[in-house]
Structures are given as structure tokens and as C-alpha cells.
């Protein structure tokens, strides 16, 4: 079935680093792709998405391109803040459902 | 404008004690969903609602039940909490699916979760 898969955390960064946090997803299709991210204490919301191949998505500083030849759809962002510290989540539609698959989350803690 | 409400955000529970987990959207979205949030494994599917009326099974739906009477809300029930059930619990809405031939689905939008623990 479709699925997604990233990186494992945690992930510890100083701040002004150059972050990326993998995402590879297996799925029938070509679905739209998604980050959704968790501040702490919080629930999740939608940081960015693509809908097809090639398109980037972009938001807050991060980045992320819809790779079709290798089925990624990494996350990165030039330069972190301590503000930036939450939980980073994959996701993609499940083909044929109405169900939405995300992959297990990334700790991204950003230090001064 | 609230978006998506969850109440209680805290609650202990004996196992074998029964409760009802609340979510309610006030943006008209037809699609509701429970997920679970646990160490290492993510989110997980427990129920979810393409209308009013309407359930469907998702990853893990055994020990909860769920209801959707009114459109706005969508109820999670566990009957005789267990121990296992010990997590937090998010709601999420979305609008209808927007159909086109790349089959885009449109964000969800999630309530700040209910913290719940069973002993």
C-alpha cells in the first residue's frame, strides 16, 4: 500500500544551520505531498504540499520538491531558528481512500 | 473563527471506565478523522467520516467507536478503556476532495488533541 518513510530523529541543529529531513514515499499514481509540522503542545498543520511532479513547495523559509525519479520529497530550509523547533511529518492521500498517511515524524530541535 | 475544537485536553481514566472524546469544526468540512499519536509510531487511523451519518474503519479501530450525527461533530468513543489506549488522540476536518485528474486532496485541519491516560 502507499506509505511514506523519513528520516529518524531526533535532529539537533545550531541555529542558521542548513536543514533537510528525508521523505520517500511509495505509492500508485502521482498523489500530492505534504509537510505538515507539530509545535509542541499543538496539533499538526499544514507547513506545505505539492501536487505534482517537479513542483516545489515552499513556506516559511522551507522547501520541499516533488521528485518523481526518485520518489522523494525531502524537506529543507537554509537557515534554522529556534523557532523552528516541532515535529516535521511526511504525508501523502492513501491512493483510492480518503485516508491521509504520514510517516512516523522527525524531532527537529534547534539550539541557540 | 475556532476551526477544529477537541474537548477534554486532559483526562485519566481506570481501565475498564468508559468516555467520549468530543471534535467540532465549525468550517463546514464534509471529512472528520481520529488519529492516535504515539512515541515512534506517528499518526494512526482509528475512525473517520466522509459525511454526516456516516463512519469508516481506519488503521487501528478496534476498542473505539465512533458517531457522526451532526456534520460539525464527530465523537470517539471508548467503551472499557484499556491500559493500550493510553495516547494522544487528535481530531482532523477537511473539505470535500477538489477532483481532478492528479486526484488532489486538500490539507487536513487538525484540533490541538486530547492527552489521554489510562491506568
Not at chain 1, 522547501?63 to 530550509?77: G, I
Not at chain 2, 473563527?1 to 463546514?28: E, H, I, W, Y
Not at chain 2, 474503519?57 to 467507536?65: A, S
Not at chain 2, 494522544?88 to 486526484?103: E, K, L
Request: charged share 20%; net charge positive.
Amino acid at each position: 500500500g502507499d506509505s511514506v518513510t523519513q528520516m529518524e530523529g531526533p535532529v539537533t541543529l545550531s541555529e542558521e544551520a542548513f536543514l533537510t529531513i528525508n521523505c520517500t514515499y511509495t505509492a500508485t499514481g502521482y498523489p500530492s505531498l505534504f509537510w505538515y509540522v507539530q509545535y509542541p503542545g499543538e496539533g499538526l498543520q499544514l507547513l506545505l504540499k505539492a501536487t505534482k511532479a517537479d513542483d516545489k513547495g515552499s513556506n516559511k523559509g522551507f522547501e520541499a520538491t516533488y521528485r518523481k525519479e526518485t520518489t522523494s520529497f525531502h524537506l529543507e530550509k537554509g537557515s534554522v531558528q529556534v523557532s523552528d523547533s516541532a515535529v516535521y511529518f511526511c504525508a501523502l492521500p492513501q491512493g483510492g481512500s480518503e485516508k491521509l498517511v504520514f510517516g512516523k515524524g522527525t524531532k527537529l530541535t534547534v539550539n541557540p | 473563527n475556532a476551526g477544529v475544537t477537541q474537548t477534554p485536553k486532559f483526562r485519566v481514566l481506570k481501565t475498564g471506565q468508559s468516555m467520549t472524546l468530543l471534535c467540532a469544526q465549525d468550517m463546514n468540512h464534509e471529512y472528520m478523522y481520529w488519529y492516535r499519536q504515539d512515541p515512534g509510531m506517528g499518526l494512526r487511523l482509528i475512525h473517520y467520516s466522509v459525511g454526516e451519518g456516516t463512519t469508516a474503519k481506519g488503521e487501528v479501530p478496534d476498542g473505539y467507536n465512533v458517531s457522526r450525527l451532526k456534520k460539525q461533530n464527530f465523537l470517539l468513543g471508548l467503551e472499557s478503556a484499556a491500559p493500550s489506549q493510553t495516547s494522544v488522540y487528535f481530531c482532523a476536518s477537511r473539505p470535500n476532495r477538489i477532483p481532478t485528474i492528479r486526484s488532489y486532496n486538500s490539507p487536513l485541519h487538525f484540533g490541538n488533541g486530547t492527552r489521554l491516560t489510562v491506568t
